[in-house]
């Protein structure tokens, strides 16, 4: 079965410091990766996409990284803000217009 | 650019009840999809697009239908609801991209609906 898992459920850290949120996928075949922010009462943002043939892209103070060999990936915040305080969706690209979504990732920055 | 609009942003029906949610996209793209959104759950495609006049089921399509007659627009019809529909709906579009020589879709979303049934 396709699917996508995410870890933790939740996150609390402080202003300032960097986390690393966890993806992991049973999604095949396999087209690419996404991290979408989520504020609450919004829909998703995408952050970053990335394809098979891609390790690892940035995009500000968000780092994605992937292996598709072990079907991971994680999203790396730095210097984390306040303003960072959203969920964190995981999404594989099956096939077609097929899209698999994680449960997502609940950060909580606090000043 | 407004992007993906939606409306309206909360309604509550009854059982039985019947409503369309409106979705329009200002970018000119071809895809266009509707999603919902339970509680701890990754996003569920309901119906999706990917031009006027072409429709497709998604994963959960039961109990709801949807039409394009126009690029812009991919209203979503709920005939009678009942109360597994209470969610949060979002509607989505994209259009075809490239990254590493490759093709993709960024999806762009609405700011969504929530709908209960009671």
């Known amino acids: 079965k396709n699917q996508v898992e995410q870890s933790p459920q939740s996150l609390i850290i402080l202003e300032g410091k960097n986390c690393t949120l966890q993806?992991?996928?049973?999604?095949?075949?396999?087209?690419?990766l996404r991290w979408y922010k989520q504020d609450t009462g919004r829909g998703p943002v995408s952050l970053t996409i990335?394809?098979?043939?891609?390790n690892t892209k940035s995009n500000g103070r968000y780092t994605a990284t992937l292996d598709a060999d072990t079907k991971q990936s994680s999203l790396h915040i730095t210097a984390s803000q306040l303003s960072d305080s959203a969920s964190y969706i995981c999404v594989v690209r099956n096939y077609g217009q097929n899209f698999v979504f994680g449960p997502g990732t609940r950060l909580s920055v606090l000043p | 650019n407004a992007g993906v609009t939606q409306t309206p942003k909360f309604r509550i029906l009854k059982i039985g009840q019947s409503m369309t949610l409106q979705c329009t996209q200002d970018?000119?793209?071809?895809?266009m999809y509707w999603y919902r959104q339970d509680p701890g759950m990754g996003l569920k495609l309901i119906y999706y697009?990917?031009?006027?006049?072409?429709?497709d089921k998604g994963e959960v399509p039961n109990g709801y239908n949807v039409s394009r007659s126009t690029t812009e627009d991919f209203p979503l019809r709920l005939e009678l609801a009942a109360p597994s529909q209470t969610s949060v709906y979002f509607c989505?579009?994209?259009?075809?991209?490239?990254?590493?020589?490759?093709?993709?879709?960024?999806?762009?979303f609405g700011p969504g609906t929530r709908l209960t049934v009671l």
């Open positions: 989505a579009s994209s259009n075809l991209g490239t990254s590493g020589g490759l093709n993709y879709n960024e999806q762009f």
């Open positions: 970018m000119n793209h071809n895809y």
């Open positions: 993806c992991n996928y049973t999604v095949s075949p396999f087209s690419n």
């Open positions: 990335m394809t098979f043939s891609e």
């Open positions: 697009s990917v031009g006027a006049g072409i429709t």
